[in-house]
């Protein structure tokens, strides 16, 4: 495991809930993203330096009898993609 690359969110994204949109938003310079309740838990494992595979493990051990790999590795491949995660 200890070759598995690690993501963490992105600096410029702020993630925080709110009130008003009645769901977490990522925040940053040119505007604001809804993100709907599994994105935002998604999202919040990667608060720090982690690999794919522990987020994996820790939303099963969180929400057992579910399979995740294939939703948690899709998201990610999105937030890649829209820079809300980075390597690090």
Same mark, same amino acid.
């Not at 949109?21 to 309740?37: A, I, R, T, Y």
């Not at 399979?67 to 948690?72: T, Y």
């Given at each position: 495991?200890?070759? =598995?690359? +690690? ?10 809930? =709110? ?14 993203? +809804?993100?709907? =309740? ?13 690999? &794919?595979?522990? %987020? ?5 051990? +969180?929400?057992?009898? %579910? ?8 998201? &990610? =491949? ?11």
């Amino acid at each position: 495991m200890s070759d =598995e690359p +690690k993501y963490q969110r992105n600096a410029m994204f702020r993630m925080q809930f =709110e009130k008003a949109q009645d769901c977490h938003v990522l925040l940053f310079p040119e505007g604001m993203v +809804k993100l709907s =309740e599994s994105a935002a838990e998604i999202l919040t494992q990667f608060d720090s330096p982690r690999s &794919v595979l522990e %987020v994996i493990a820790q939303l099963e051990e +969180k929400f057992p009898g %579910v399979d995740l790999a294939q939703d948690v590795n899709e998201f &990610v =491949e999105v937030a890649r993609d829209k820079k809300w995660l980075e390597n690090c």
